[in-house]
């Protein structure tokens, strides 16, 4: 069910910073995504000889009907993870591991990266809560590089103090201490903090760490495990409230 303005009025309360998933919460993870890594799993199962194990590597990312599917390998897994999988799944049939790893890293599909579609007012979402005084943070399985092209091209790298990349350093989603190290670096309270994503991995990271956890889904499908979040929203220009008389800001 998803929550009423009221309801997310009550988690923002306490809140001082907002973190946010990259891809399925601030951008369409299918439409940027779904067309590479079909693209990625052809050609990688080309390069090496075997076409036939295309479908077996989609499978195992979680590619179904050539979309991703929520929770999937491909959805939420690092890229170096992503590719400790496939060189696994390609074991048995006959591929060498030093091979296999050369051959992911031969593959170049960026090219075939779908359109950056916002889910929702991200924009001017962020500039309405930065504003406010929240501060503002991304945590995402992606690469820094492109996080931070993308997170420019949506006009918002200016107003997010802290990005975690999945190739930094350090602990990565859904290691609790990726949202311990931000509240340590925003220099709040961790209970204060709220982290905005839209899969287990991204609820699992903010039980972990302390943090309350808001998940954005489609309210026509909203994931079985939503009543276990503190809210659940269609896209972050929910967490605004715009009632009148209130005059909040955050320290």
Request: aromatic residues 4%; proline residues 7%; negative net charge.
């Amino acid at each position: 069910m998803m929550s009423t303005p009221r309801q997310i009025r009550e988690v923002m309360e306490p809140i001082q910073a907002v973190v946010f998933d990259k891809d399925g919460t601030l951008i369409d993870l299918n439409a940027r995504w779904a067309p590479y890594f079909n693209r990625f799993i052809d050609d990688l199962a080309r390069s090496l000889g075997d076409p036939a194990a295309a479908p077996k590597l989609k499978h195992l990312l979680g590619i179904e009907a050539r979309l991703l599917l929520p929770d999937s390998v491909a959805a939420v897994e690092t890229e170096q993870r992503m590719a400790e999988r496939i060189v696994a799944e390609l074991a048995p049939r006959g591929h060498d591991a030093e091979a296999a790893m050369r051959a992911i890293d031969d593959v170049d599909c960026m090219d075939h990266l779908g359109p950056l579609q916002p889910i929702g007012p991200v924009t001017a979402a962020l500039e309405s809560l930065a504003n406010s005084g929240y501060l503002l943070g991304v945590a995402t399985s992606d690469e820094r590089a492109n996080s931070v092209r993308e997170l420019a091209e949506l006009g918002i790298d200016q107003l997010i103090g802290w990005l975690r990349c999945g190739d930094d350093d350090g602990p990565v989603k859904p290691d609790g201490q990726v949202l311990v190290g931000l509240a340590r670096h925003f220099d709040c309270p961790v209970d204060t903090l709220l982290f905005v994503g839209d899969s287990e991995q991204d609820m699992a990271t903010a039980r972990a760490s302390g943090s309350k956890f808001v998940v954005r889904c489609d309210p026509a499908a909203p994931p079985g495990w939503v009543d276990q979040a503190d809210g659940a929203i269609a896209d972050i220009g929910e967490l605004l409230d715009d009632q009148p008389g209130d005059t909040r800001v955050r320290p």
